[in-house]
């Protein structure tokens, strides 16, 4: 086998390993995290805490109502007991069981708003809740696909690897270093030749390089420096 056909088949392998590389990084970078779980989440949080919040509200006036409905009571009895017979005093127990029914009644309308607040939070933190579960349930059958590929992935960079060392032990050392010398300022090392064309920069070859190409000893292409190959 010719150096040329040794270096492109080296050069085949190299570009095969190169992408799969790239996968496996791109795969790596991928495994967990997960922006829109995260942001489901933050925004759970936000809704619960908004919840308690209301929670909390609608509690203490609930608190606050029973207060005044047990203060109400108590008056309402000392008026009807018979008990007071002073007018003065019972106008004044008037007044304060008018004065508590209107606040209660400002409170109970209090009241009704927060009990709408806590519906939608309530409703809100549920359909959340159901959004975060899918979204993991998504996620984690996805982390499990990126995971078997990445495996598989490892496999055949591992592969690649061995097959590489192989192909490289057979070649010439020198011709090995041209090879890289060329990968590195130029992307390609190894041309194909077409029709007298060398693939790598598209220009004819000279009737002397190709004959000497055809021979099988280590040509490059007089215009872009590549090692030339003849399928
Ligand atoms: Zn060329």
Redesign the pocket.
């Known amino acids: 086998m010719s150096v040329a056909k040794q270096l492109y088949q080296l050069q085949e392998v190299d570009l095969e390993l190169e992408s799969n590389e790239q996968s496996l990084s791109r795969i790596t970078s991928q495994l967990g995290k997960s922006k829109p779980v995260d942001e489901a989440r933050d925004k759970l949080t936000v809704e619960r805490q908004r919840l308690e919040e209301v929670g909390r509200q609608q509690h203490s006036v609930e608190w606050e109502i029973d207060d005044l409905t047990s203060k109400l009571t108590a008056i309402e009895k000392e008026l009807y007991s018979g008990r007071i017979r002073n007018p003065k005093e019972l106008t004044n127990l008037q007044h304060e069981s008018d004065g508590l029914k209107a606040k209660r009644s400002q409170l109970e309308d209090k009241a009704l708003e927060i009990m709408d607040q806590v519906e939608l939070a309530t409703r809100s933190v549920s359909t959340l809740t159901s959004e975060l579960e899918l979204l993991e349930t998504e996620w984690q059958s996805q982390q499990q696909q990126l995971s078997a590929q990445l495996e598989q992935l490892k496999t055949v960079v591992s592969n690649l690897k061995h097959k590489r060392e192989q192909l490289a032990a057979e070649i010439d050392p020198q011709a090995i270093e041209v090879y890289h010398e060329l990968k590195k300022h130029r992307g390609t090392a190894v041309?194909k030749v077409e029709q007298g064309i060398?693939r790598?920069?598209r220009?004819s070859l000279p009737i002397s390089e190709l004959q000497q190409t055809r021979s099988g000893s280590l040509v490059r292409?007089s215009?872009?420096g590549?090692i030339l190959y003849l399928a």
């Open positions: 041309a060398c790598g920069c220009i292409c215009s872009c590549r």
